[in-house]
């Protein structure tokens, strides 16, 4: 008897019969399906699907998916990947200095907010140890500088495959991932950076939004790419802020954001719900 | 040569294949899914789907889609209906003194926000006559009483009938409509009440929440059951208010909150996109 | 008997004793006061304050205030007006072919919620005529081209003098305005636009945010400078979008923000509720 | 040298004068006022005001304080406080089971967030005893029943005494305080509901929020009256839902109301920005 629930993430160029066809699919192996949201960019031509159904009585395996599914997916030209619910992705958490997003990412994983394991942080500070301690996950200590750089990616690189690290969640990492480790990930790094992208990218964005006097201040997490702080955004809110508020205050609402904002592009990453399509993404939540 | 949407909406007891089956009966007649949206109330094992489908290769007419269906719907013991996106409702405006939400809806009107015909406003004063003309809709002046609402209610009834209404739309319109009259319009009349139900329902709603000290005023969209302020709700929003704002402050922000919320909601209803199930809306957004 | 209210705008350095003193300056008169709110920017050592009392037992006339206060503001060094609350604003409205934020300004003036007056609309093109006329404001048609924008703007500014108009009002205006013409109204120029800057400045921002794959779009309200879309910002505000929404739905929900943003910024100024400072804006409210 | 801000917090009759004489107050001993704060409500002519000044070259000390301002006040007939920033408020934290409101206060706390300190934490449940551990604080478990409530009471608030507890903060705590118990510290606990109050006060608000099939579910945070989830508000906010969430989803996102909430009502409170007036609170934010 299987509990699982398979999650279908697939997108390919726009035709008849596609929702058609793929419910069909799931409906003549024995699955019942429970959610399933499409989209179709009608300017583009490009159809986009995700598709839940329980395993209970479906007559084929997990292992077996791949193979049965492939023959339809190659009809479609299509780019899709099936998981299980059972199967929680296994997640490197990076920090440096500032905790609130590791506390807001450990204290949720544990409430079991997310299906992901958090198998081990990674740091180029010593500061957040006793909070990972807390929450006894091991906290690894890789000091960067310019010039170590490049042999601390790579150790970092091993320690992450030897722990078969699904994503990376960059949780307020001060220090910019070169494009070879970037390379490893693709769409499997997400950042969070606090402003409201593409407004105030790069440095200091708090006083970035200070000096240029707004009135509502912005986070945004994204997936990480090559060129700083221009993935696809994943999530992004906002909070108002007044002539009172200084630099400080800006800092110390804008932490609430981070965190949350970081913690729901987390979960929605975590279930299965982000497709990415060149720059930006879908969101079925 | 076709261009028209078919929208189906779609509500029954769960059970396997149902999306299968409903998309493959717009598959094998030709029909593109445009957009699919489905939810399974999973304590309640009901299923809601809207479907939409360009008709442009469809094999049958407009016509003959009830006859096609029927046979399904049946089998599904399903609630449902399909309208086709060229076939605009026909809605009544309800009016009283107050111009705010009656202009909301005429301006979107005329840029073609809505899929809704208006042929007339029915009001018991005659203030907004000069606005119904400025765009041109017939204007309707039925005074009420204690004594002569039972025979106003039918007159309206009948000027609705010969109208071939198929939405009432209550743009703060100050009388409550009697069982009868609500009998004849099942989730058929739209309401917009000026607080956050269920807080505040019944009068005065803006002086209630200034006398309790509320952070937050808001607004409810809802249809119109034979209870007061009870009726499934449609959509609702809020906004800040502080210890400044005196009653008449609360009515000016208010304002703006109404009118919004009651053109989202007929905005929805007018696309096609409601189910009710009981006490409760499922909006395919 | 005087109802007035006279409300004054003061900015200095900071200083020992400033609200003690221009508050006495107050009561010493007979004024009482209605509202009194004060900020001190600690970081640049400057201080803000707005006052409003009213002057039904006030000792000294409007006519003689100036002088009166005159030797207090010369001792601060201070920047200041003062007001009075029946003499309402003039302001003009400069429009092209979208007429949301126009109707909205119109909508609100004669409902009173704004303490301005309308003498005339200027508009480069003729669409929005009809709306003008509707209440009853005289309409200048000005056509713009490159060859004779400078002589247009000349009989602009002409017309403007002549009608002795306060604020002007850029509510969806398509022309960007000279150099020479900003001078000529220095913090007295608002302007509406469509995103959330300093995100997505210039040209199309709809489609910038579009193709940018943002979840939230904003709109900001701002005085003109000769900086295009770089002068101080008075209210901005946000609403979430999704991957669903083409560049059409953008527009569509961006037209609420924009006609809510440019009325509060409009509300704030005719209120005498802002202080401007380099590139900032204090707002009272 | 005194490095102490001084905060009054006084409401009294509206009368002529009032800001001049108390800000006259301030400046004739030496004070520099740095924020200034005041509310006439004009329906019941009733006169707020928060002032901050530095203590720095202030002409007397502290202990003077009450002395010398008692003979203004007395002629204001005013209700009244003088706090100084340098004496952080005395906190105990009631909880039962749920760790996310805790969790925020103590990990704001620590963050210096809020000027409290907190020398007790109170359960009638073992279960956050570690988390009290974590970051040291005595953690005292009253198990309460109908049988021993009103003796479980009476111990608690010797220990409260004895710490010198300023303020209660009732951190998802699930008993109803006994009439007594409240008696003792008037406007001095504050509980978060997690409603939108008025709307489904009482027992399991998210439950009924589904039942009802609302949009958005909210959370306030009051100070605790006799009567329940009836005493003056003091923070609310909300969030939207769709049909889409189950109860278990609206205790999800509603945690993250409840926290943020809280927090900001005790942030508030311990900044000496609330006063009281009937049912009422004025914030001065």
Chains 1, 2, 3, 4 share one sequence.
């Not at 509502?216 to 997490?221: F, L, R, V, Y």
């Not at 497709?275 to 969101?283: D, F, P």
């Amino acid at each position: 008897m299987n509990n699982q629930v398979a999650i279908l993430l697939l997108s390919c160029p726009d035709r008849i019969g596609l929702v058609s066809r793929i419910s069909h699919f799931v409906f003549e192996r024995g699955g019942n399906i429970l959610d399933l949201d499409e989209h179709v960019d009608t300017s583009e031509k490009y159809f986009f699907v995700r598709i839940a159904w329980d395993m209970k009585n479906f007559s084929i395996s997990e292992s077996e998916m791949m193979e049965a599914f492939t023959p339809l997916a190659k009809e479609f030209k299509a780019k899709w990947r099936i998981n299980f619910s059972g199967k929680n992705l296994r997640a490197a958490v990076f920090v440096s200095k500032f905790d609130h997003c590791l506390q807001e990412i450990l204290w949720r994983q544990r409430l079991g907010e997310f299906n992901i394991e958090i198998p081990l942080i990674i740091s180029n500070h010593n500061d957040l140890k006793p909070l990972a301690e807390h929450y006894g996950i091991p906290y690894y200590f890789y000091p960067v500088t310019p010039e170590n750089k490049t042999e601390q990616e790579k150790k970092e690189l091993a320690l992450l495959k030897e722990n078969q690290i699904d994503v990376i969640v960059l949780a307020r990492y001060m220090q910019i991932l070169s494009g070879q480790f970037v390379d490893e990930y693709p769409n499997g790094i997400i950042n969070i950076h606090h402003s409201f992208l593409p407004a105030f990218s790069g440095n200091d964005p708090y006083r970035q939004a200070y000096d240029r006097g707004v009135k509502i201040i912005g986070a945004t997490s994204h997936y990480v790419t090559k060129e700083l702080d221009d993935g696809p955004i994943i999530e992004q809110d906002i909070i108002r802020i007044t002539h009172k508020d200084t630099v400080n205050d800006l800092i110390r609402k804008g932490r609430d954001l981070e965190r949350l904002i970081l913690a729901r592009a987390l979960y929605y990453h975590s279930q299965h719900r982000v497709l990415i399509h060149g720059r930006k993404t879908i969101i079925f939540d």
